[in-house]
T-cell receptor, first 114, second 112 residues
């Protein structure tokens, strides 16, 4: 069965600090996909990134970076030099190639204080 | 480019009243469509998904139903709302199974 765990329920940081959001997943499929979504106060889920299980290269996009490690079943998300606009709930999600649906983690609420 | 619309944006309904939420997608054909619910302060719960016109799969048995009368239209309905139906309803689309899902702006439903 597939499962996504985000152990950090809430995180507060001061602006310009770096912050890492943890995501640990479980799956029996050898082909799967991992995602991060951002949900700002407006409510809409914004897609941030997708990685497939065959590509363990870390990715950087501006202040955002993602560390995918199959050995530890983790797909962590780091925001460098955080800004107030980064305040949101962040969801990690997993889908299996042989499946139909996503499994979302419970989310981590990030508050960036000025 | 693809866009996804939901309406209404907010809705306040009395217990026992009917419900109809609509979701439409533009710029793509034969998408997979999804309805999720998010209770206050909670995670996402998949309610229904559809791989084609008239094809609906239910993930959670409840007093809600879904229909897909057209390729890019997905409707969430109820004949009689319950207090527990309050929440934030999100529609999403994806090109293929397991593929990236893109979400609409959501409908915030309050049942009083």
């Amino acid at each position: 069965a597939q499962k996504v765990t985000q152990a950090q329920t809430e995180i507060s940081v001061v602006e310009k600090e770096d912050v890492t959001l943890d995501c640990v997943y479980e799956t029996r499929d050898t082909t799967y996909y991992l995602f991060w979504y951002k949900q700002p106060p407006s409510g809409e889920l914004v897609f941030l990134i997708r990685r497939n299980s065959f590509d363990e290269q870390n990715e950087i996009s501006g202040r955002y970076s993602w560390n995918f490690q199959k050995s530890t079943s983790s797909f962590n998300f780091t925001i460098t030099a955080s800004q107030v606009v980064d305040s949101a709930v962040y969801f990690c999600a997993l889908s299996e190639a042989g499946g139909q649906n996503f499994v979302f983690g419970p989310g981590t609420r990030l508050s960036v204080l000025p | 480019s693809q866009t996804i619309h939901q309406w209404p944006a907010t809705l306040v309904q009395p217990v026992g009243s009917p419900l109809s939420l609509e979701c439409t997608v533009e710029g793509t054909s034969n998408p997979n469509l999804y309805w999720y619910r998010q209770a206050a302060g909670r995670g996402l719960q998949l309610l229904f998904y559809s791989v084609g016109i008239g094809q609906i799969s239910s993930e959670v048995p409840q007093n809600l139903s879904a229909s897909r009368p057209q390729d890019r239209q997905f409707i969430l309905s109820s004949k009689k709302l319950l207090l527990s139906d309050s929440g934030f309803y999100l529609c999403a689309w994806g090109k293929r199974r397991a593929d990236t899902q893109y979400f609409g702006p959501g409908t915030r439903l309050t049942v009083l």
